[in-house]
């Protein structure tokens, strides 16, 4: 398999882990629908950055960025761990990915924690995202060997909590991704991308009385993924990270000494520039042109798709999730995502549990989809958690 041939299936696997067009080397910049409307591309390298790892988030329809902290925070929302009450602690999580395509991609996360005092902690994390096996040939069909294409990303994270109810983080990523083979093409060598990018996030919580329980209301914000553009050759095309808008709120709701309930809401956007739509002589017919700089594609973001402030609003992506814990020590969860369907359409119910004994719990979650339309349908994501130190009074 030569390069060319190599990167169209990487993109053709790559494209169906998200189940939408947000990816590189999109070829086909925007087609028509059945019913006339046109389905209009985000474009970013390393998607894999916006797959939630967690299975207790995943449980809840992706909804976590204001839910009760975990040493999973680190993934979706770092300023959290602030107000982790445990000394140290860290996570195992792990998820088969696309099985019903194929049964050897993964992603595996490890995070930990660790806390220098009352208001300051520290975390780090290793994302793992394996595509499995691929069969290499030559123009002459000649083996070449197989090669195994992988992405990764290592962050480091400091949190600090201010006062009771408010705290700040940030975390430092650096990411590879290993999609190519070092081989000769187009007149220039091929290589592993990589790029650096931070974190910037806060949460907010406070203990209050509503609809006539204790009650514990929360808010977070995440944008994560502001870092360098990526590309895979001296001289190639740079991509735009998945620089991404996480804002969401949640209630606890303490019904009594062994029941409580969780409902939580977010809302997410992708802050890269919305492909415009091109005339056939390659001219902008309408938006904006996608090549510039980071800074501008954030900030552009909000106003730069073909279609106004109406596709503005479909690139918003929308987590919703239910958590229920009885006597803190078994968990019931449920969520609902929703992507509009001239934006990826990934649609889907999901469930999980959780069990907690002593300093461990595990959670696992399993996604609801229709398996003829969403290669998502059927996954399941598993998380162990261990958590040391006395609690805090």
């Known amino acids: 398999m030569n390069l060319k041939r190599l990167l169209q299936f990487l993109s053709v696997l790559l494209l169906l882990v998200l189940n939408s067009t947000q990816l590189m080397y999109a070829q086909t910049l925007t087609e028509s629908q059945a019913n006339g409307s046109r389905f209009n591309s985000i474009r970013t390298a ?8 967690d299975a207790r988030v995943g449980a809840m329809g992706e909804a976590g960025v204001a839910i009760a902290p975990d040493a999973n925070s680190l993934a979706i929302n770092p300023s959290k761990i602030a107000f982790l009450e445990q000394q140290s602690g860290f996570s195992i999580s792990y998820s088969p990915w696309l099985k019903n395509i194929a049964s050897d991609i993964n992603l595996g996360y490890l995070s930990g924690f660790y806390k220098l005092d009352a208001n300051s902690t520290i975390g780090s994390s290793l994302r793992y995202f394996s595509l499995g096996k691929i069969q290499l040939t030559d123009v002459n069909q000649q083996d070449l060997g197989t090669f195994s294409p992988s992405e990764l990303a290592v962050d480091v994270t400091y949190a600090r909590r201010f006062g009771d109810s408010f705290s700040l ?37 406070k203990p209050t009385y509503l609809l006539g329980h204790d009650a514990i209301v929360s808010a977070g914000v995440n944008i994560s993924n502001i870092g360098t553009k990526m590309s895979y050759s001296d001289a190639g095309d740079e991509y735009f990270l998945p620089t991404n808008l996480k804002i969401g709120a949640a209630g606890t709701f303490i019904l009594d000494d062994q029941n409580e309930i969780t409902i939580a809401l977010d809302f997410n956007k992708l802050l890269v520039p919305t492909q415009p739509l091109y005339n056939e002589d390659g001219s902008i ?25 109406g596709e503005e609003f479909k690139e918003i992506n929308i987590a919703s999730g239910l958590e229920y814990w009885y006597n803190k020590k078994f968990a019931l969860r449920a969520g609902y995502f929703y992507e509009n369907p001239q934006k990826g359409d990934r649609r889907y119910f999901t469930m999980g549990t959780g069990i907690r004994y002593n300093n461990m719990e595990l959670n696992i979650s399993y996604l609801l989809a229709n398996p003829q339309k969403s290669p998502l349908a059927n996954t399941l994501r598993f998380s162990l958690l261990f958590n040391f130190g006395d609690t805090e009074q």
């Open 169 to 205: 983080g940030t975390a430092l990523r650096y990411i590879n991704s290993n999609i190519a083979t070092n081989q000769f093409s187009a007149g220039q060598d091929t290589r592993a991308g990589q790029a650096l990018a931070v974190d910037v996030s806060a949460y907010f919580k």
């Open 46 to 53: 390393v998607p894999f950055l916006l797959i939630t790892p």
């Open 285 to 309: 017919q309408s938006g904006r042109d996608p090549n510039r700089s980071v800074p501008a594609g954030i900030f552009g973001s909000f106003t730069d798709a073909p279609g106004g402030a």
